[in-house]
């Protein structure tokens, strides 16, 4: 009662700030949902774990030194041959296959989200033209979207990387591989982005502000870029959600069809590519514990994006 | 109707010469078709005299409509890595995919339908509740994920069933089909569940979501109200009423089911055009590469279209709207 009020006067702005927060619609929704939070916290857990992998891995599977032939085809450490330095046993190669996941999904998660920001600047880009613009130059661009939308993701990613296949032959190396991979995965997915953002462009650039910008005679790149791309970013974010699960997917596939990721650099998907290949000798865990991460990382990212649209979705509020 | 016809026609037709472009392209300028088809003791004057005598120096448009043309007669060229015609490596898989493809979009529609039916008419049971939890497990689940999976419980756990190849295959005329055998029968189940797995989670859940927006419009409180039976009501008017886009969205699907099938195909190694067209896709080799998209893209169009035209043929509603606009 009688305490000095000025030390209490941050934390109580603190306290009003943090009532604010969550008085939001956005977090009120995210905290009665409680599936979402499941799935955020496993996302954000799958994240560091992955993010930290240097730090956390009992083991490191590039470093040659730890990598001994003598300890590869390990049951996982429960298991009657088991060994307890492999929790989750070991791969052809000896390489511990639970310090392998989390190198592997942090090379999986920093593929999906390359690709995903590369479709998104390619869709706003190229939406925003087509909105803005019109006419030839509209038409030019929805007509490519119209034609590339009729083909699988997987299919036009695939044909992307067996060009570059013929193109440079045996003359690709590692990083060439990965960044071929974002690219090829980014240009299969821009499709949605350059829709969405083409169809608020067309909305946005009849309103005042985009006429004043144009009356005082800004430069239509600073217009898009500044003032339009603001009101239209929205709906791009929760495409990109939903995507990156797509994207991480598709990674996984292409690397296991074995056109991704080589097995020196193992992605989850290569990993359980190589798994593949002694599943019918009974060594199981070489494929299945990766598999597993990748379900509950995709299960748990797709979690968030379906509620992101929800959330963000004034029609069902 | 007819200039609505005329004017998908036309697209469809835009569409394929887009297409027939970019596998042109590939097919003339990634990879130079004289190296791959002579060995390296060839003297520059031979290399030359083929060249003219293949056409490569003629102007490119006339090239393009040579490539069309010869697409138009299923001549493709000669595989890089096979050495044979492409269309003959092509028409050799084709059946084994198509069966493949028509099997699981069979078996993803009739469960996929009567799933959706249920659990949109018992939405608070536990087994509508695990329904969905399942489906959503069938939509974020990669393809090949499902494959192993099934592989590692039915192949090499309990060794029921095949976890490789297509089995036996009777011949008729040239088609070659596994339906009639039993080792064949066996062999398709694995590899038909992996690929109709996710349409029938995607087929599952759209029927839920149409059925509910039906249940909830006036016609269907007004037959309610007239006294028809449940199931009257249920199935002779709100069922009815969902098939529209469910026809749509499983037509396109087919689409993909025959993409999917590139990585199906790769997990139980069936003998099929998905594996053709990996191998060709590892090995860079450009003529099978470009004859698979034609194909497919063939495909593609074909059931675009004959979607959009079903779509104005069953829905009265559609059809208004583009006679007024």
Not at chain 1, 138 to 165: E, N, Y
Not at chain 1, 184 to 191: A, E, T
Not at chain 2, 24 to 39: E, H, K, Y
Not at chain 2, 242 to 258: E, R, Y
């Amino acid at each position: 009662m009688d305490a000095p009020s000025q030390p209490v006067k941050p934390d109580a702005r603190s306290q009003g700030r943090l009532a604010a927060f969550l008085d939001n619609d956005i977090v009120y929704s995210f905290l009665r949902s409680k599936v979402t939070v499941v799935a955020a916290a496993v996302t954000l857990v799958i994240v560091l774990a992955a993010f930290l992998s240097p730090f956390i891995a009992p083991h490191d599977p590039f470093d040659l030194r730890q990598v001994s032939l003598l300890d590869s085809h390990m049951p996982p450490a429960w298991a009657a041959e088991g060994d307890r330095r492999f929790l989750l046993g070991t791969d052809d190669q000896g390489r511990d296959v639970f310090s392998t996941i989390l190198y592997g999904a942090r090379i999986s998660l920093i593929v999906g989200v390359l690709a995903v920001a590369f479709a998104a600047a390619l869709g706003i880009v190229l939406g925003l033209t087509a909105g803005y613009v019109g006419g030839a130059v509209d038409s030019l661009i929805m007509r490519a979207a119209d034609v590339q939308l009729t083909f699988p993701a997987i299919l036009i990613a695939l044909l992307i990387d067996g060009t570059v296949r013929a193109l440079f032959g045996e003359g690709r190396n590692e990083e060439m591989v990965f960044w071929v991979l974002v690219v090829s995965i980014g240009l299969s997915s821009w499709v949605a982005y350059a829709r969405t953002v083409r169809g608020s462009t067309l909305v946005e650039k009849n309103k005042d502000y985009v006429l004043a910008a144009r009356l005082i005679g800004l430069h239509p790149a600073v217009i898009l870029f500044r003032h339009v791309l603001p009101n239209v970013i929205g709906p791009v974010l929760v495409i990109a959600t939903i995507n990156l699960g797509i994207a991480i997917i598709l990674e996984a596939t292409l690397s296991f069809l074995g056109v991704g990721l080589p097995p020196t650099q193992p992605s989850l998907g290569t990993m359980i590519s190589i798994g593949n290949k002694f599943l019918f000798s009974g060594e199981w865990w070489i494929a299945i514990f990766p598999g597993i991460t990748l379900a509950v990382l995709v299960l748990a990212v797709n979690l968030l994006g379906d509620w992101l649209r929800d959330a963000l979705n004034p029609k069902l509020r | 109707m007819l200039a609505f016809v005329i004017r998908r026609l036309l697209q469809a037709l835009l569409v394929m010469l887009v297409v027939a472009l970019i596998a042109f392209t590939l097919f003339r300028f990634v990879g130079d078709p004289i190296n791959q088809m002579v060995g390296i003791e060839t003297s520059v004057e031979d290399r030359a005299r083929l060249r003219e005598v293949l056409g490569l120096n003629d102007p490119l448009p006339v090239q393009f409509g040579r490539f069309v043309w010869n697409a138009l007669h299923f001549d493709f060229g000669i595989s890089y890595q096979f050495k044979t015609p492409v269309i003959d490596l092509i028409g050799e898989r084709f059946p084994a995919t198509m069966e493949l493809a028509l099997v699981s979009a069979l078996l993803s529609l009739m469960l996929g339908i009567p799933l959706g039916v249920y659990t949109a008419l018992n939405r608070r049971s536990w087994l509508s509740q695990l329904l969905l939890a399942l489906s959503l497990f069938g939509i974020s689940l990669p393809v090949f994920l499902i494959g192993i999976l099934l592989i590692f419980a039915f192949a090499v756990s309990l060794g029921v069933l095949p976890a490789f190849g297509r089995g036996e295959v009777v011949r008729l005329g040239f088609w070659t089909t596994g339906l009639l055998t039993a080792s064949g029968l066996r062999a398709i189940i694995l590899p038909a569940i992996t690929l109709g797995l996710f349409q029938m989670a995607l087929i599952m859940r759209l029927v839920r979501a149409e059925m509910l927006e039906v249940l909830r419009t006036d016609y269907i409180k007004f037959a309610r109200a007239r006294g028809l039976t449940d199931r009257a009501v249920n199935f002779g008017h709100a069922l009815k009423n969902t098939l529209v886009p469910v026809v749509t969205i499983a037509g396109l699907q087919f689409g993909s089911i025959i993409a999917f099938a590139i990585i199906t195909e790769t997990v139980f190694q069936w003998p099929g055009m998905g594996l053709l067209f990996l191998k060709a896709v590892q090995n860079a080799d450009i003529p099978v590469m470009s004859a698979y998209l034609l194909l497919v893209a063939a495909i593609f169009v074909a059931i675009n279209l004959v979607v959009d035209l079903l779509y104005v043929a069953i829905d009265p509603r559609i059809r208004l709207e583009t006679r007024s606009g």
